[in-house]
């Protein structure tokens, strides 16, 4: 049996998520949540491309497991981003999103034949299904990057803008899945088949290497967090209460600048104040119509450009200086707010 660059490729999937597995598995530290679904992803691909090869060499009869695969990806990868992100996860919750998925199995193992029949129709609806739970995991994401900017100052690190990406390219996977369905040339469709494979190689590095840089750096929001934001239409304090606490505030932050730490969060700054998280959220969004995020930035930026028109320091000192710790992300706000690079500002308004 000859191997061609697609089975050597697939080999390698193989053999990555084998070893991916083994170094979980052996690892002595408790392992969370998310590296249990992990753990399980790993196993899906080997136990999916195993079943590839062996059915294009005629090696397996009567046994028709594509449309399984097609349906226990999307949940899986929709459950491994909430444990990316929340610190637990109802297993009801879970199981209900694999029932489909354990059903078709099922009919797959009795009923092979007859379902290859409609095998047009069960892929449409594979399709259909995995794509569905793509943008629902897109939809927790942008969801949870909400949250962290009404609750930390700082986030580019655990953004997740790497499963956004990967997300995208899970996408573009089934993109060419399609493109491939519709292509009878035996040269255009390995072509195919290969890319896809390629993209698959590079999806299973990321998901390890990446979501164990993430876990490392973020604890988790509880799931109850997530669902919705504080109201602060519905939300209300008396307004000698209100007043209280926007004088507080404005008071701490002029004279403690705690916008000068990296981290600063929310709950941070509602233990140095004993102003509940709700109440100073309430007080922040109200008042000065701000995020958390946004709020903390607003001050920090400031002093940048106090920094910028009355010192000779370097740029990146004073970034540092002013309590911004991400190149990018300063540099991104603010162009949103001044319009003009920080080397423009200080041409523009040095004194």
């Not at 695969?69 to 996860?89: E, N, R, V």
Request: aromatic share 16%; glycine share 2%.
């Amino acid at each position: 049996m000859e191997l061609t660059i697609t089975d050597i490729v697939g080999i390698l999937i193989i053999y990555q998520s084998l070893i991916f597995i083994l170094s979980l598995f052996f690892n002595k530290k408790p392992k969370p949540l998310f590296a249990k679904v992990l753990i399980t992803i790993c196993l899906l691909i080997i136990v999916h491309f195993i079943y590839m090869f062996f059915e294009k060499n005629n090696t397996i009869n009567h046994i028709f497991l594509g449309p399984f695969f097609g349906l226990i990806y999307g949940p899986i990868y929709y459950i491994y981003a909430k444990s990316l992100i929340l610190k637990s996860l109802n297993n009801k919750n879970i199981i209900i999103h694999l029932i489909p998925a354990l059903i078709v199995l099922i009919g797959l193992v009795f009923l092979g034949e007859k379902i290859i029949e409609v095998i047009n129709i069960i892929g449409l609806v594979v399709i259909t299904h995995f794509i569905a739970y793509l943008f629902v995991s897109l939809s927790f994401l942008y969801k949870y990057r909400k949250r962290l900017k009404s609750t930390t100052s700082s986030f580019y690190s655990i953004s997740l803008l790497w499963l956004e990406i990967l997300i995208y390219l899970q996408l573009t996977i089934i993109v060419v899945l399609l493109l491939e369905s519709y292509f009878q040339s035996f040269l255009i469709v390995n072509t195919f088949i290969l890319i896809i494979y390629i993209l698959t190689l590079i999806l299973i590095n990321c998901f390890y290497y990446l979501g164990l840089k993430q876990v490392r750096l973020f604890k988790g929001f509880k799931e109850e967090h997530t669902k919705t934001l504080i109201a602060t239409k519905e939300y209300k304090v008396s307004e000698e209460l209100f007043n209280s606490y926007v004088s507080t505030l404005t008071k701490y932050m002029t004279l403690e600048k705690p916008y000068l730490e990296f981290e600063i969060s929310l709950q941070d700054l509602s233990d140095k104040l004993s102003i509940s998280t709700r109440n100073l959220s309430h007080v922040i969004n109200k008042k000065f119509e701000r995020n958390f995020y946004d709020f903390i930035n607003h001050y920090r930026l400031e002093l940048v450009k106090q920094n910028l028109q009355e010192s000779n320091k370097p740029i990146k000192e004073i970034m540092y200086d002013c309590g911004f710790s991400n190149k990018a992300t300063f540099n991104a706000i603010f162009k949103k707010n001044t319009a003009l690079t920080p080397s423009q500002f200080r041409e523009n308004h040095k004194s």
